[in-house]
């Protein structure tokens, strides 16, 4: 049974600092990881989306990096600004072809003007 | 696209009524998916529907929960009785092609149950 963990559960840094999540999952068969964001309130956002075949993703200060063999992705956000506080989780299918995604708990950022 | 639209946005009822949740999914998806989030047990699929089909309802807690998809645009979840542990928020979501490629959330229904 795949499962998703979050390290750490919450994340306070000042402005400006780089910072990485970490996203770790027990069955390493995945066909693809998605990171999302998710404000106060609000839905999900999907931030960025890793196919198994590839190592990383990037969107403008976010990357995302995939190592299916250990079972782990981490999200690097650079020169962190409040606007980036909010939950961060990542998920991936529960089988290789299906929609079924399994969610870690998240990880909530407090970046400090 | 206005995305995936939920309604209601908030709902509070009273234990032993009926709840009935909408979805409207984004135009041309074929996957639309039912998550409720709550913080003891974070994000868990309810549901989910391909080409209007159910597919996997083996997150449906109970049989007080059923949910439909009567045509490519519209979606249901109901609870009927509800009970104050259903209090959650309930996110449909859709996404196009094979399951597992970008999806895409609605804002999520604030369900309270009294």
């Known amino acids: 049974k795949q499962e998703v963990t979050q390290i750490p559960a919450a994340l306070s840094v000042p402005e400006g600092e780089n910072l990485v999540l970490n996203c770790s999952f027990t069955d390493s068969a995945i066909y693809n990881l998605q990171w999302f964001r998710q404000d106060p309130g609000k839905g999900l956002t999907s931030l960025l989306l890793?196919?198994?075949?590839?190592r990383e993703q990037t969107s403008g200060r976010l990357n995302a990096s995939l190592d299916k063999s250990s079972g782990r992705s981490t999200l690097y956000i650079a020169a962190s600004q409040p606007g980036d506080s909010a939950t961060y989780l990542c998920a991936v299918p529960g089988s290789s072809n299906t929609g079924k995604l399994i969610f870690g708990q998240g990880t909530t950022l407090q970046v400090k003007p | 696209d206005a995305g995936v639209i939920q309604s209601p946005r908030h709902e509070v009822t009273e234990m032993g009524q009926e709840v009935t949740l909408r979805c409207k999914p984004i135009?041309?998806?074929?996957?639309l998916f039912w998550y409720r989030q709550t913080m003891m047990r974070g994000l868990e699929l309810l549901i989910y529907f391909n080409n209007n089909v159910p597919i996997d309802d083996s997150g449906m807690p109970e049989d007080r929960f059923s949910a439909k998809m009567p045509n490519a645009s519209f979606s249901t979840l109901k609870i009927q009785p509800s009970e104050p542990r259903d209090s959650a928020v309930y996110f449909c979501?859709?996404?196009?092609?094979?399951?597992?490629?970008?999806?895409?959330f609605g804002e999520g229904s604030w369900l309270t149950v009294v």
């Open positions: 979501a859709s996404s196009y092609g094979r399951g597992g490629d970008t999806i895409y």
């Open positions: 135009s041309g998806h074929d996957y």
């Open positions: 890793i196919q198994s075949s590839q």
